[in-house]
């Protein structure tokens, strides 16, 4: 195995709250930010940002603000930065995709590690950067929840034995339905979930099952995905929204004992992933608690079971943390 | 970063706190106990746990057909009688079962019998029981057991204390220091397998007694290549290589390490409890389960049983176990 220089660079696409709190994180590892972008511009020091006062214009206003700012397609910033690691942490949004996809590939071309945050370039990337040349150089920990090393590290033999996929990753749903299972309306759960700050502006991908789906095709791409093959489609899974669940079922269910979950499921064919919620029996291991998430992998012997805790803007960015720490210490994750 | 998990068919999983606080200091983040239950749905629940090497399967039954480590002693009709009870038995922490241990070549914090037995009550937080008609437990298992019912008292009806001492005796901690010291040597060199194997050799040694093993083994040696061999290590060697193949050196170093420092306050032991001990357990000697006897405040009955298996009599002594059984639970 060729042997990896040690990153000591890091580029930041995305100064929001978990950007940030990366960010905040990062000056406890052996790295220098170079670089930060948002939207509007990046600014770029190769000899090291006040990384403070950069965020503290941010607070205000865009990076294009910022003196000696370059308002240029981050694409290019990748490239003209060059920076060791590129840190995506931008949220996900589906409109932004494509322009996701696009750069971490223009990191990769580059030479560089990238540690991922958000989950829509991967459900379109995950064969092309977890498998092939790009083996050990995209780090996925926090876009899965914290389960992202663990996946990467059996990847060789989850695509050889897996054969279904069981994930709740899906927080949000999980706190409605406990709300629920404690006599709450379907709407006062939603509004429990906002209270405890797990809504995003828009929440609408997870009401509807989009975001379950997401890490459903993202995961399905790692573990049975192709190079060079397009992955499905996340929004032609079938998909349930939490806004339509029956609460006395819910209730029911619980005072007998069981639970309920948002579980997306799907097989190695690729053509019967879908997104639902289902009754749990007490010790299932895909019940978890509202502060983590569970990602199994069916195999001939038994339910691979991966929990993670990166829930939250905090522990995402512990988790990006942890991808970087990895690839600062030339210790990348590696099938 | 731990060993990987894979739950077989029947195994349940509790998720424990997303941060559990170990005794010693340290704590498990996103820690997982794998348990599993037989029995009524709605029977008086009995705890079941054995030894180190012992697990959450604890009989065969339906949804799990093959057999558990304490065969004989549990299912329909037998002492505990898995018609009338709902049997409860987990993995440990730390061990090579399913629950969170140690993976290979990866450190992992202390685990003491206290923090089994408060994985226990998350446990039974999880499945909503208050209160658990008995827990038995047999070596470790009774340890924790003991940590259980000064922990947490109300929530054991009764409890049946095993070949379990209040804290580990001198010369066992000798053993298994020596044992620890084969497998932290094994590792060094890059023979963490076979050095478990060896300690584990060892360790059978002490599980029983030199009147057994005479028994069974004490024909001549065999001379070859200027080597002598022993009748007694064929066995030696067959144990110690099955439990390599399930254990890593690191899982054993840790549930190693927890029996010796267990140490409970048998005054806080405020559980009506039955002590079962063997005479010639040189693991837990009499005079230990005698000494713990007279310091438990709620002692119901104080059994003991000579046997030529040693510490392993509660794995053996079918009858003589089963009766004590059906005491603690009538």
């Known amino acids: 195995m060729a042997c990896t220089p040690q990153p000591r660079t890091v580029h930041l696409i995305g100064p929001g709250q978990v950007g940030r709190a990366f960010l905040r994180r990062a000056v406890a590892l052996p790295v220098s930010v170079v670089a930060i972008s948002d939207s509007t511009a990046t600014v770029f020091d190769n000899r090291g940002l006040d990384v403070e006062a950069v965020l503290a214009h941010k607070a205000g206003q865009p990076l294009a603000s910022w003196p000696r700012a370059e308002a240029i397609p981050t694409e290019l910033a990748i490239a003209v930065v060059g920076a060791d690691v590129v840190v995506d942490a931008t949220p996900t949004d589906a409109r932004g995709t494509a322009a996701a996809v696009e750069r971490g590939r223009a990191a990769l071309r580059n030479g560089a590690f990238l540690g991922l945050c958000a989950k829509n370039a991967l459900a379109v990337a995950a064969p092309e950067w977890l498998l092939g040349s790009n083996r050990g150089r995209v780090g996925i920990d926090a876009v899965l929840g914290g389960t992202g090393h663990k996946l990467v590290r059996e990847l060789d033999e989850l695509r050889r034995d897996c054969r279904g996929l069981c994930l709740v990753g899906n927080v949000t749903t999980t706190v409605i339905v406990q709300a629920i299972e404690r006599g709450a309306s379907v709407e006062q759960g939603i509004e429990e979930a906002r209270a405890r700050g797990l809504l995003e502006a828009d929440p609408t991908c997870d009401f509807d099952g989009s975001d379950a789906a997401t890490k459903l095709v993202a995961v399905w791409g790692a573990v049975f995905g192709e190079c060079g093959r397009p992955l499905p489609a996340a929004g032609e899974v079938f998909r349930e929204d939490v806004r339509r669940l029956d609460a006395q079922l819910l209730q029911a269910r619980a005072r007998r004992g069981a639970t309920t979950r948002l579980v997306a499921r799907g097989s190695a064919t690729g053509n019967d992933l879908r997104v639902q919620f289902e009754e749990l029996a007490a010790g299932s291991p895909l019940a978890a608690p509202p502060d983590r998430v569970v990602y199994g992998y069916e195999l001939e012997h038994g339910l691979r079971v991966h929990t993670g805790l990166a829930v939250g803007y905090e522990r995402t960015a512990e988790a990006l943390l942890n991808d970087v720490a990895m690839a600062a210490a030339g210790k990348a994750v590696r099938p | ?330």
């Open chain 2, 1 to 330: 970063m731990s060993a990987l998990i894979t739950l077989p068919p029947g195994a349940l999983l509790c998720h424990l706190p997303a941060r559990f606080p170990l005794a010693r200091g340290k704590a498990l983040e996103g820690a997982v106990l794998a348990f599993e239950r037989q029995g009524p749905a709605h029977a008086p629940v009995v705890v079941v746990l054995g030894g180190i090497s012992a697990g959450r399967h604890v009989s065969a039954h339906a949804a799990v057909p093959g057999p558990g480590w304490w065969e004989g002693f549990v299912g329909p009709g037998l002492a505990i009688d898995t018609s009338r009870y709902q049997v409860l038995g987990f993995d440990w922490l730390g061990g090579c079962g399913n629950s969170t241990a140690p993976g290979a070549g990866e450190s992992f914090p202390f685990v003491a019998t206290e923090d089994q037995a408060r994985a226990l009550c998350c446990l039974l937080d999880a499945l909503a029981i208050d209160r658990v008609h008995a827990f038995v437990g047999s070596s470790y298992g009774g340890m924790v057991g003991l940590q259980l019912a000064a922990l947490a008292p109300s929530r054991v009806q009764r409890l049946a204390a095993i070949a379990a001492p209040q804290r580990s005796c001198a010369q066992a901690s000798a053993w298994r220091a020596v044992q620890r010291g084969i497998v932290e040597l094994g590792q060094r060199h890059g023979a963490g397998a076979e050095a478990l194997a060896l300690a584990r050799a060892l360790a059978m040694t002490t599980y029983r007694t030199p009147v057994e093993l005479q028994r069974r083994f004490g024909g001549a040696p065999s001379f070859a290549n200027d080597r002598v061999r022993f009748p007694v290590q064929d066995w030696l060697e067959a144990r110690g290589a099955r439990f390599a193949e399930d254990w890593l050196p690191e899982q054993f170093l840790c549930l190693c390490n927890s029996i010796d420092a267990h140490e409970v306050n048998a005054a806080r032991v405020g559980t009506p409890t039955w002590l079962l001990g063997f005479g010639g357990d040189q693991l837990v000697p009499l005079s230990q389960v005698r000494e713990l006897a007279a310091a438990l405040p709620q002692l119901r009955a104080f059994r003991e049983v000579a046997s030529c298996y040693g510490h392993d009599a509660f794995l053996k002594e079918h009858r003589a176990v089963s009766a004590f059984l059906r005491e603690v639970l009538s």
